[in-house]
């Protein structure tokens, strides 16, 4: 069974080499998911390669995270890319632009070809595309979707032979997902051309206001190796047993399908007091569906952030600990 646990907000390799990756190999994991945002691409992408190495040196994998690149993948982190470039945003069928960079823009896709180059350099073993997604919208009317730029309307124009609506159409839903996939199918194949792995997560929403009803689209990408989702029961208020069993098997049935690393991911963000157990509960849950990667969101129950802190996390980080340390044995 791979263990793994995100980490971030410290850039200080030192502290990183001689505090916390002890403290992560004690808790039982295999890899370690480094965050590699646009502020890391710009001011810590030397402290990030050593901090890569020292987790090769403890035999940890890394796993190299797009944090909130471009506001199209999960994360705390802000773009930079987005405010500079904003003829590249996603933009709605009333004209409204919305700050998140469009799947299908090519300055985009060029710029994420250089995130790559750049994640493979500091020593990524796997690339964690990290719930890549486009603009939701509110749920209020049939038009609060993305997206409606000039790329996109040029795009969909060719592949139907007919002008993009303005309401969310099956046809819409269809080219939505597919601007998904294709941004993926691309990001994998360049990723794999330079020896590396690919793992996608995915959020755990298979509705065409989120972008992606069918996985398996996801599932058959070539080159992809890692098939993951974020079933986070807390966070959207669902009921833990019946959510978390549903997404751990769809994405184990898929995996096995294609041939993939199943991969699932624990809670370990604003945890109250007292539910620390349903950590040790969801993992059993996993393992039962034939999940073959289990990982925690994040490091120490992210006591060091206050918007994502658990009440308890240390009882949180302890949790953690003993369950991987007990799915090694």
Known sequence: MKT??????NRIP????????????????????????ENDLQHYRGSLKTMVAA?????L?????PWGIGGVFGGEAYSDFVPRDPVTWQVKPDGTPVPMACLNAPKFREFMRGWVDAAVDIGADVIFW???????????????????CGVCRELFRSKFRTEMPTTLTPEVAEFREDTVVGFLTEMCAYVKAKGVR???CLMPFDDEEHGVTHWEKIAAIPGLDILGVTPFWQFFKQER???????????VTLSNTHGLESQLWLQAFLVPSGTEAELARTAEIAVESGVQNIAAWGFRGCDYMSSLRSERPDEVWRVIGETFNGLAQ
């Open 4 to 9: 793994g646990i995100s980490y971030f907000g």
């Open 14 to 37: 030192e502290h990183f080499a001689e505090v916390d990756l002890p403290d992560i190999v004690a808790h039982g994991c295999t890899y370690i998911v480094h965050t590699f945002s």
């Open 55 to 59: 987790t090769h040196a403890a035999g």
């Open 61 to 65: 994998e890394a796993y190299i995270d």
């Open 130 to 148: 990290d719930e890549p997604h486009l603009f939701a919208g509110s749920g209020v009317g049939d038009n609060d979707w993305t997206c409606f």
């Open 198 to 200: 690919n793992a996608v």
């Open 241 to 251: 047993d019946t959510f978390v069993a549903r997404f751990a098997e769809k994405v």
